[in-house]
Each structure stands twice: as structure tokens, then as C-alpha cells.
């Protein structure tokens, strides 16, 4: 008797960091007084956490973490979605379960008793729409082979990971182990490169990564390039061809680049109105991208779909979408 694989009941699980997002109005002076940098993202320790918390004002809460993000985008979207992610047991810890499972995303993670407290990204968003983050890890990368749902990994059509969790030892091998079993039960694998200085950390793994398991990428032109160590987008696009079965690599304002079995398309950009800030643009690409595959739909018009995503996101602050997306696609794609 051959084992027949089991028809999966989830569209997309992730597994990612458990940040709680903290977004804030502010000005220039503001990042120049805290010697930020505008639009760069910083890692910071605990006691800046709570220095950076105490300043900020009209704050917005929300889970975060960029494959949370995503995830609440494929719930948003009508999809059965699951995160695997680790926080403490706080008041932090209580926000983001509170606040992910309202998006009507499957989260079963236990928090931790122990160590450090839940994962924060003070987000200072300008007049002109741009972000700078402050990011305590903090529990986050705690995540350990134990913390996965095995379950759900094997429930999901997709499996979607964040390149931002390779920095600890332990998550990483929790990756390593989710991507088999989704293998081993005939699941794709979607993969974020996340950030451009996490590649740079991590290329040679990230390379073996994703020639080994990833059918589906995701990455900026910085992020690519970085991968394969060139200034020249076309040359990284010429060779993530070779690697994966379907890549889309966020070009900003200019849209967004699809490769699809060896072929190349240019996904216009979405436009709704004016950008206030571009927390979650890259992320709910990728929820709107997943949720279009896991539908069965073919890969242009998934990227039509993300794009519709994030084009919308940008125009209010965070990540959650005020505006009903499922109404906004089906007014602009004829699906």
C-alpha cells in the first residue's frame, strides 16, 4: 500500500520573529536628536527598547515581524494562515498574541517563562513616508526545533520562512527542519531574504538554502544583489533563475520584477493614492503574492494581487490594512 499525502488544510504557515510593531509620528529633528539615520533599520539592546518606548507618543501597537505580517495579510484575504514564532510571557508577549489571532492567524506558539522579553521594532515614520526602526530581538530568535507545530508545517500548502531568523544557531536548525518536512509532505517552500546586511552575514548558507529547498523567493534589488555579490540587478536576476522555480524581486516605486520558470515579467506598481509610510509595503506583497498561489492562481496575476497589497498599505501607517483588500482586487483584476 503507497502512503497518500494528505490534502492540506492550511494555505500558508510561517515561521518568523514575533515582534511587537510600535509605530509613532515624528519629524526629522526627532531622528537627528536620537542620531538616527533616516530610513535604516538598527538593532538595539533591551534598555534602549525601553528608552526609545517611554519617548514615543500616539503609538500604534500591532504584531509584527515581517512573515506575521504576511500571514496576516493571507488571513485578511479569506486564507487559513498559521505562525510559529516565540515570545515571552508579558505584556508585550499578551499584545502580540491578542492582536495576531484578531487577524484570524492560527497562533499556538507557548510563550517563554524565561530569558528575554518579547521582540519590539520602534517604527519612527516621517512626513515623507519613510521608516526608521529600532529593533529589540529580544525573545524572537529564541525559536528552537522544539517550537515547531509539525503539524501545521505538514497542513500547509506553502511553508514561508524569514531570513531574519538565521542569525541564531537554533532557529536556523528549526528552519532547516521545517523545510524537510514540508518537503517530505510535497509542500512548497517560500523563502524572505529579508535584509540586505542578514545576507551579507549569511550568503553561503543562504545560497546552499536556497538551491536546496526554495521554490519560492522573495528579496529587494539590495537583497539579491547582495546574494550574489554583484552591483548589477540583471546578472542576480540571470542567476536566481537557475535556482528557483519563482522569484519576485521588489523594485520600490518601479513595481516589482517576477521570474517564473526561467522567464522574466515586470509587474507594474499599484497606485491608490499618497504614500505615508512604507512599513509592511514588502510584506503584504508577499501575503497578497502567497495567498494567489496557494489559490492555484498562476504567478502574474499572484504578483498583480501583492502588488495590490502593498500599493494599498503604504497609504495609511502600519501594517494592517484598514481598507477591505479582497473588495480592492476584486474591483481591479479581472480574476
Known amino acids: 500500500m503507497t502512503n497518500k499525502i494528505k490534502e492540506p488544510s492550511l494555505d500558508v504557515v510561517g515561521i518568523g520573529n514575533a515582534i511587537v510593531d510600535v509605530l509613532t509620528k515624528t ?20 534598555n534602549k527598547a525601553n528608552e526609545l518606548y517611554k519617548i514615543t507618543t500616539n503609538r500604534i501597537q500591532r504584531s509584527g515581524g515581517s512573515v506575521a505580517n504576511s500571514l496576516a495579510c493571507v488571513a485578511q484575504l479569506g486564507g487559513k494562515a498559521a505562525f510559529i514564532g516565540r515570545v515571552r510571557n508579558d505584556n508585550l508577549g499578551e499584545i502580540f498574541t491578542e492582536e495576531i489571532s484578531t487577524t484570524g492567524t492560527i497562533f499556538k506558539t507557548p510563550p517563554s517563562s524565561v530569558g528575554p522579553s518579547t521582540a519590539r521594532c520602534l517604527i519612527f515614520v516621517t512626513p515623507d513616508a519613510q521608516r526608521t526602526m529600532c529593533t529589540y530581538l529580544g525573545a524572537s530568535v529564541l525559536l528552537e526545533p522544539k517550537d515547531l507545530d509539525l503539524s501545521a508545517v505538514r497542513e500547509a500548502k506553502i511553508l514561508y520562512l524569514e531570513g531574519y531568523l538565521w542569525d541564531n544557531p537554533a532557529a536556523k536548525n528549526a528552519f532547516i527542519k521545517a523545510a524537510e518536512i514540508a ?33 519560492i523567493l522573495f ?13 548589477n540587478l540583471n546578472i542576480a ?70 502588488s495590490i497589497c502593498a500599493g494599498q498599505i503604504v497609504t495609511q501607517l502600519g501594517s494592517r490594512s484598514s481598507t477591505d483588500l479582497l473588495n480592492l482586487i476584486s474591483s481591479n483584476l479581472k480574476i
Open 27 to 46: 519629524d526629522d529633528s526627532i531622528l537627528e536628536r536620537l542620531s538616527l539615520e533616516k530610513g535604516s533599520m538598527n538593532l538595539i539592546d533591551e
Open 183 to 215: 518537503k517530505n509532505a510535497d509542500r512548497k517552500v517560500a523563502l524572505s531574504l529579508s535584509d540586505s546586511f542578514c545576507v551579507s552575514r549569511h550568503r553561503e548558507s543562504f545560497i546552499e538554502l536556497v538551491e536546496d529547498y526554495i521554490d
Open 219 to 231: 528579496a529587494n534589488e539590495d537583497e539579491l544583489t547582495s546574494l550574489y555579490e554583484t552591483s
Open 237 to 306: 536576476i540571470e542567476k536566481v533563475k537557475r535556482k528557483c522555480e519563482l522569484a519576485a524581486i521588489t523594485i520600490g516605486e518601479k513595481g516589482s520584477i517576477l521570474i517564473s520558470n526561467g522567464k522574466e515579467i515586470t509587474i507594474d506598481p499599484f497606485i491608490i493614492g499618497k504614500a505615508i509610510d512604507t512599513t509592511g509595503a514588502g510584506d503584504l506583497y508577499a501575503g497578497g503574492f502567497l495567498k494567489g498561489i496557494s489559490d492555484g492562481m498562476n504567478p502574474v496575476i499572484s504578483a498583480k494581487i501583492g
